[in-house]
């Protein structure tokens, strides 16, 4: 197995014992594998632990001309077809 191969499938989480034998002879993939597992188990971590807080809030602005648009919309298309 190639580092590209072996990469590729870190990415996309696939472990096999072909991928282990190749692990375990090439330094420079083990490390992306130990680096993608550890930032794996922060953002499961992360998603556990961090809740916004009450004041964060997102408004969207009102925008007077949507329904003006929304109409135009409406009354093009049929036109249109």
Same mark, same amino acid.
């Given at each position: 197995?190639?580092?590209?191969?072996?990469?590729?499938?870190?990415?996309?989480?696939?472990?096999?014992?072909?991928?282990?034998?190749?692990?375990?002879?090439?330094?420079?993939?083990?490390?992306?594998?130990?680096?993608?597992?550890?930032?794996?188990? /922060? &953002? /499961?971590?992360?998603?556990?632990?961090?809740?916004?807080?009450?004041? &964060?809030?997102?408004?969207?602005?009102?925008?007077?001309?949507?329904?003006? /648009?929304?109409? /135009?919309?409406?009354?093009?298309?049929?036109?249109?077809?």
């Amino acid at each position: 197995m190639h580092c590209e191969d072996a990469a590729r499938r870190l990415y996309a989480g696939e472990r096999t014992p072909e991928m282990e034998i190749h692990l375990s002879a090439c330094d420079e993939c083990r490390l992306l594998s130990e680096d993608l597992s550890g930032m794996g188990e /922060a &953002f /499961a971590r992360a998603r556990t632990e961090w809740a916004p807080s009450p004041a &964060f809030r997102v408004t969207i602005p009102s925008v007077p001309w949507r329904r003006l /648009a929304i109409a /135009a919309c409406l009354l093009v298309l049929p036109l249109a077809g």
